[in-house]
Structures are given as C-alpha cells and as structure tokens.
C-alpha cells in the first residue's frame, strides 16, 4: 500500500472492506506523522508508578492511567490502574539483597482483534474476520531480552531510528530522539515492538520464602539516589520539535502542569497603552514559572538585561541587574551590575558574595549568607566585613580594620588639621576592637619590612639588606640621605658606613638649656651644646664633668692651640691642639710624634701611620695604628691590637692568659702559627647523604682568597664498630665543595673538614728579603701628658 495514496470515492463505485479498511489506515498514518514530526516518542501524561502498602509489609504496584506514543507514532493509553502483579517476577528464582532487587518497569503497545462475524456469516478466508482492533498496552519487567525497540524502514531500507540521516547522509549526526516522521509507518499489528521506560519496582526474594514487592528506598541504596530519583531519570517524556514558537497574545509560559500556578504573581499583565513615558511596559515575552537550568550550553542576552525582582515580580524602586553597555568612556565594553537607581545612593542597597547554608528538608538554599565580599551602591567596598564604612575595608580578627579611603569627615587627615581635599589614607583600625593592640606590617616573603605597632614604628631590612632613606629616589636630583646597615652601622651622606655612626659632612648641635639627668647605660656619656660649649657629661648630670671642647669665639683657660690648626679652634680646658710634629727627648727625629726614651701607655693608643719601637711596647689599653707595627723588643697589650699594615717579629707572637686550672700562680703561653704565606683556614664537621656530601664556605670565601692555593682535608669519623668510608673531595669552587665516598662502607659517613687557602686582599708574602735598618721609638705616654 502506497501510505501517501489519500483514498477517493466517486459515485456509483462498489465499496469493498479494503476501501474503508483505507480510509482508517490513511488518517491514521498521517496522525502518527504528525505525532513524530512535531513531538519525540515518550510519556506524555500520567502512567506513574504507585505503590499501596500491605497488611502483610508488601506492597501493590500499579501502573496510574496516562497516555503515551512510541516511536511508531502508536499511542498507548492506560485507562485504569493496571496491576503489576507478582506473576510478572516467575523468572526472578535467586535470592536478592534484603533492601530487594531495583527493577526496571516498562510498557509497549499491544493490540487485539475483536467483534468476529455474527454466526452463520463466517467466510471461509482464515483471516480478516474481525471488525474491530483494541489498542491496548503490555507490561513488561526486568532487563529486556531483546531491544528496546526495533528498527524503522526508510526509502526501504530498515535502520536503526537514531541512524535515520547518517544512513544517508554521511557524516551526519545521530538522531537521539528517535522519532522520524518519514518512516514507513507499520500498517498493524503489535510488532515491531517498542518499549516505554515508566519506573522501578524492588524485588524481595529469600531463602526458601516466595518474592514479593516491597517499598521503594526513600534514601538510597549503596550510596545511590532515592529510588524515585532514579525512576525520574529513568522515564521518558514526550519532546516537542520546533524552530519556532509564537505567543498566542504576547506570552509563552513554561510551567510544570503538575503545581497549580499562582496568579498572584503568574497572571498576565500586557498593558496595551503607555501612560507614563518614563515607565514603559514591562511585556515579558516567555514566562518561566519555576527553576531554569542550562545544561552543556551557554545562555546570552542581547540588547537587555538580567534583572532580579522580587518574589511577586516588583521591582520596589530598587531595580539589581546585570547588563552590558557600549561604548563605554574608554570606548570599550562595560559589563554593569546595577545596585539601586538612588541618587545620591545611600549605601544601603550591597552586591554581596559569600558561602550560604542548605535547607535539609527542601534541599534548597537558605537567605542566610557569610559574606566574604561587598559592594556598597555608594561604592564601598568591603571584604571580610559585612557592612564596609570606607572606599575598600577589610575585615580583621575580633573586628579590626584595614581602611583605604579618601580623607573624610568619617576618617580625618589629622587631629589639628582633619581636611586634605584629594587626599587618601590607608588606615589600620585596632582601637575600638577585641584587638586592639593589633599591628599593621607591610611584608616581602613573608618578611616584616615595615611595622606600625600599637607604640612602636619599624623599619626594617631582609635577609642582611640595609635601610636606606633617599631624596628624589628614581629620579633628577636623586641623593643618599640615611643608611641604617645589617650590622648596626648608622651612616649618615655615607653608603658604607664603618662606625655606629658615620657621618660624611658636618654636623651642628643647637644650643639647649640646663636639664635634669637622664638615665643612659653604665658608663654612657651625653654630648649636648649649652650654648657656650660642646659638653661631655654624664646623663646631663652637671656635677660629673666630663672635660669638653670649647665652641669658636673664646679660648678656654690652660689650653693651648700650635700652629693654627683647624682654624684656630679652642681645644678646651687643658688641652693642647699641634699642628706641626711633637719631639719629646730629642729633635733627631721627622715623625709627628717622635719619643726618645720610653713611652707607657695605659690608655689607648692610635696611630694613623707606622709604630717603630726599638725596646718593648707596653699599653693597658689598645693600639690602633693605620701603618706598620715594628718592634724590636716585646709587645704587650691587655687590650686590643689594631694595625691597618703588616706586625713584624724577630720573635714569636704568643698570648698569655692565665692558667685555666690555676689563675692564681701559673700563665698558659701559646704561640701563633706560622708559615710563608699569609693562610686562612676554615673548618667544620659533615655527614654524607647517600655517599655524597656538599660544603657550603662563608659567602666572602671567594672575595677573600686567591683561587690557588686551596686545598681540603678530610678525617672520617666512627663510632664502635661502625663501617668507615674512605673519601674524596672536589676543589674548591664558587666558595663550595663536594666530597664522596671512594670506598663502599657507610653511605652515611661522618667526617671533619678542613680548607687552607691563602688571602688574595694582600700581596703575596715575601719569604726572604734584605735586611733594612728600624728606627727605634719608645713612648711614655705619662711624660707626653704632662708636657
């Protein structure tokens, strides 16, 4: 039969079986196009499973009336509830878990001949004796043993309905829906079958006892969903197939038929004309009546905006949504989030980000919220802290602070002076908090460079770095002001300083007057100018003197000025300032300072060039001398030796100290050691890491030594009967080491080191050299202080 051939009558034609058999035939082929062109095969109503608890503790499962079309385009309608008996379940012999078996439920349809002919009018054909077909439906359980539905002829070929344009176009893609309109329609009868997934059933089947239907897992089983989840995802509903949908009266709702719709706040408000030109009518096309979820796509808005209203669809003058604007000042895109239309804004309406909490019994999340971040519509923003009151504030431990924001009445410049128009402060709030002692740092790897404590103010450098204060840092005019160094130096005009405080240029003291004691460390001495002198005194305590120098303009008593040094400058009470050289014993000398006789120092004693002593040289205290030390006697110090040049000795350089184990009567006497070389030495104790070690040397290693001359020594260590290693070690290299095992013993050897090398900041050491003759000093320093 041609499905395309519409039957026709005429007048006078006899009509057979076959023509009215036709006229059915033909509407319904064209019902089931229609059906699979504009819609997807699947449940289009109804046809739920329910079950009904038992005296017993089983359950009865029905199938509820509904309608549903399979993939011929065949309806199958259940009228009444239909019983899933336990005579479905004969072949389910084995014992099941003791939650039961979940099993698949399906339907297809069916149909029966019905209304053979009256007795006494039978023909003698053995088929086509019915008048009527009842369309019914099957229930079917368990896995299928065959599949799930059966194939579709199209252009004569029988295909696989998902493969009904691959089959003849290549390359094209599946049709996951199934449902073609342009098959060959089957012209009757139950096959080819195709099944309709409507839900679970649980099976309980035990030893010895028959099976029977229990209720359906409410939580879950094995970690699975509910088994109404399950059976949700397992149902298939009918789709409907369009390019196009066109609101009847300007609006297309999407709602779930199953929840009665509120018309509070789903009824249709269309106005037709606009009374207000600054409210135009709000004619949302498409209505969605519930929750809208976008799965493996993107949603785009063009032209409008996201707008979130509330939950009777108002606005309530305070409009929140998300657009996109262009251009924007930069001639750029904007994408805005829109807090309010209030001018000026008031701060009251915020865009708040945070983690919320879910309802246990809806699932659904609640109001409740921790934010984490707010935008204030005035601007302000916030993080940490629920309602910010500057330009950005982030919330502390115990509701401490940290503001930036623009100078304001809220945050003044000052106590004295609060306004600076164009300012901006970064503030640390701690008062007013349960911490209010807390600090601000400004850090670099997690290292404290700048501190603003409760009292105190740090400055601080890393990692052995300085403190530099700079004028016109980066640019014209750049200058050094201040260095504050790791190893404590001050320096002041001075990168490098060598002192506590160095300072490179002048330094003025303003006059102050008389105070009280201040307390300084023991032994302290303040220097202050009293507008007469440069004092030296003890914790500005005036009866503890400590003689100072006299400011220009007058000279002290008892002091005494040769040669005009520094200008004529008053040395002060009792002290006398030479410009020239100072012989005492003798005028045969050319030195600054030139002693014939000998000279005891008890103090300390500073040199800026050579000490030529031809006896001993004696000294309580230190000698500092930026030249040569030659003496051809003994040299004594009790306190520090201090030579900018070379110690030469006829004999030993030894040290004295008393005997650790008998102070009283005895001195231990140790001398230096000594070879043709100006040595150093370094050494330590290791252990190997799997046969391998490496030594670090001090980072000024290299800058010290000369790169030959170098050499390492190691001495394994044991313990008991432990293996030993015999090792080996690299030379030395960019101030580091390696050292091996070389026999096999202990992976982990212990051992001390030791690295000899030779100064590369002085000349080589000259071993042998001509004799030259020493002129001889002494000095007694008690005589240079009487004179």
């Not at 204060?469 to 130096?489: I, K, Y």
């Not at 220009?552 to 008053?570: C, H, Q, R, T, Y």
Request: charged share 20%.
């Amino acid at each position: 039969m041609d499905q395309n051939a519409r039957p026709g009558f005429y007048e006078g034609q006899y009509l057979g079986a076959e023509d009215l058999s036709a006229v059915v035939d033909y509407a319904r082929i064209q019902q089931a196009r229609h059906t699979l062109g504009a819609h997807t095969w699947g449940i289009g109503a109804g046809l739920e499973l329910r079950e009904r608890p038992l005296a017993s503790g089983e359950v009865e499962m029905s199938v509820l009336p509904g309608i549903a079309w399979d993939g011929y385009g065949r309806a199958v309608v259940v009228l009444a509830p239909a019983r899933v008996g336990p005579e479905k379940f004969a072949n389910f012999l084995a014992d099941t878990p003791p939650e039961g078996l979940l099993i698949k439920v399906w339907l297809r349809y069916h149909e029966t001949a019905s209304r053979g002919p009256a007795p006494g009018f039978e023909v003698c054909r053995p088929d086509g004796q019915y008048s009527r077909v009842v369309e019914t439906f099957a229930i079917a359980v368990g896995e299928l043993a065959e599949p799930e539905h059966g194939a579709i002829t199209v252009a004569g070929r029988s295909v696989d309905a998902r493969k009904a344009k691959s089959a003849f176009i290549s390359g094209a893609p599946d049709l996951y829906d199934e449902s073609v309109a342009y098959q060959e329609i089957p012209a009757g009868g139950t096959r080819p079958l195709w099944y309709i997934p409507v839900g679970y059933v649980r099976w309980l089947k035990t030893a010895g006892q028959p099976g029977k239907l229990v209720a359906l897992s409410k939580t879950g089983v094995g970690g699975q969903p509910p088994d109404a989840d399950l059976a949700r995802a397992f149902r298939h509903y009918i789709g409907v197939v369009a390019d196009t949908v066109n609101a009847a009266d300007g609006i297309i709702r999407l709602r779930d038929r199953g929840r009665n719709p509120d018309p509070a706040i789903s009824h249709v408000r269309l106005p037709k004309v606009v009374t207000d030109p600054a409210k135009p009518p709000e004619n949302d096309l498409v209505w969605v009546e519930g929750a809208l979820h976008v799965v493996g796509g993107d949603a785009r808005v063009s032209g409008g905006k996201i707008e979130l209203r509330d939950s009777s669809g108002s606005a309530d003058s305070v409009p929140l949504a998300l657009r996109r604007v262009e251009p924007n000042a930069l001639g750029g895109k904007d994408l805005q989030v829109v807090l309010g239309a209030t001018n000026p804004p008031t701060g009251a309406n915020m865009l708040a980000v945070g983690n919320s909490k879910i309802d246990a019994a809806t699932g659904q999340l609640k109001k409740d919220l921790t934010r984490h971040l707010v935008v204030r519509d005035d601007g302000r923003v916030g993080v940490g802290i629920d309602a910010p009151p500057q330009l950005l504030t982030l919330g502390g431990e115990g509701n401490t602070r940290l503001e930036v924001a623009r100078v304001s009445a809220s945050l003044p410049w000052g106590t004295t002076a609060p306004t600076n128009p164009g300012g901006f402060v970064i503030n640390q709030q701690s008062a007013g908090s349960a911490n209010a002692g807390a600090d601000f740092a400004l850090m670099r790897d997690r290292k404290q460079r700048v501190v603003l404590g409760d009292l105190h103010t740090i400055l601080s450098g890393q990692d052995g770095g300085d403190v530099v204060v700079f004028t016109n840092r980066n640019e014209p005019g750049e200058a050094e002001v201040l260095r504050a160094t790791a190893t404590g130096n001050v320096g002041i005009n001075n990168a490098n300083p060598a002192a506590r405080l160095e300072v490179n240029g002048d330094i003025a003291i303003d006059s102050r007057a008389n105070g009280a004691a201040r307390i300084l460390p023991a032994g302290g001495t303040l220097i202050w100018n009293d507008g007469t002198w440069l004092r030296l005194n003890q914790n500005l305590d005036f009866t503890k003197p400590i003689q100072g120098v006299h400011t220009p303009g007058l000279f002290a008593p008892k002091s005494l000025n040769v040669g005009g040094i520094s200008s004529w400058a008053d040395p002060g009470p009792d002290n006398t300032a030479i410009a020239g050289r100072l012989a005492i014993g003798a005028l045969t000398g050319a030195e600054t300072l030139h002693v014939e006789g000998t000279a005891h120092v008890t103090g300390t004693l500073d040199v800026d060039g050579n000490v030529n002593a031809g006896g001993n040289t004696n000294t309580t205290g230190n000698v500092n001398t930026g030249g040569n030390v030659n003496t051809g006697g003994n040299v004594n110090v009790t306190g520090n030796v201090n030579v900018g040049g070379d110690v030469n000795c006829t004999g030993t350089k030894n040290f004295r100290i008393a005997h650790p184990m008998d102070a009283a009567d005895r001195e231990l006497v140790h001398a230096a050691l000594e070879g043709p070389e100006a040595g150093v030495f370094y050494r330590g104790e290791a252990s190997l890491r799997d046969g391998l070690a490496e030594i670090v040397l001090p980072c000024y290693f290299e800058a010290l030594t000369r790169d030959d001359d170098r050499t390492v020594t190691l001495t394994p260590i044991f313990q008991d009967d432990e293996p030993v290693s015999a090792l080996a070690a690299t030379v030395v290299r960019d101030g580091r080491f390696r050292v091996r095992a070389i026999t096999a013993g202990n992976p982990a050897q212990p051992f001390h080191w030791e690295v000899k090398a030779t100064r590369a900041d002085v000349p080589r050491l000259a071993v042998e050299v001509a004799r030259a003759p020493r002129a001889d000093l002494t000095l007694d320093i008690d005589s240079l202080a009487r004179a």
